[in-house]
């Protein structure tokens, strides 16, 4: 991978360069950019991420190449010289003196990455893409957890208690519309909330069996964007769900 990486990165700047020259833009001295390149090269091999690079460049490239839309790239990344030569990140750090070590630096040892913008709309097709070049024993998506807030916490414990909507939609409505806010916040500061407790036994049940609810995991969704690769088949690595769909 070191020397693939490297003979990507070499080419990728040659045909980079070209282009820009033709354009007129700002480009640094030729001796830079190789100085740079070596150095980063260098620090992705130590560090153990060669192979992080060659797949990003992978599936980005395979997207642009088939007229999905992607972004120039943001954060830390575009201070990669590697990544702007592999074709990962579309600006030159090298004029605009952006810092390589912000995105890796063996000093400050952390997982890289890329924040990478596809079109939504396309974007099934890239994570179809990459499914079938890795297998798909090998890639999965990420699973998300939705939690029972505190109004979702006494809608559902009503329904289960025979509430009708609308007597459960009143109870539900005195939570404030506090971002986190918990049951008991919502008790402790709205007075309504408290005397309707205190006049009807059934909402001071509902209340007490969805405080004992609130926060437990409610479903489980996927995650918008984020796809796992593993080395080799993923059920070894990490437990799976299969959703709705497969």
Known sequence: MREEIKRLSLEGLARRLEVARSRGDQVAEESR??????????????????????IVADFIGWAKANDIPVGPGRGSGAGSLVAYSLGITDLDPMPYNLVFERFLNPERVSMPDFDVDFCQENRGRVIDYVTQKYGQQSVSQIITYGKLQARAAVRDVGRVMGFTYGDVDVVAKLIPEKLGITLQEAIDTEPRL?????????????????????????????HAAGVIIADGNIIEQAPLYRGSEG
């Not at 560090?47 to 690079?53: L, R, V």
């Open 33 to 54: 950019y190789g100085e740079r390149l070596d150095f980063e090269l260098g620090v992705i091999d130590r560090m153990g991420f060669n192979g992080y690079f060659l």
């Open 194 to 222: 408290r005397e309707l407790m205190d006049q009807d036994a059934k909402v001071a049940t509902l209340m007490d069996l969805a405080r004992k609810i609130e926060g437990l995991t409610r479903h489980a969704g996927i």
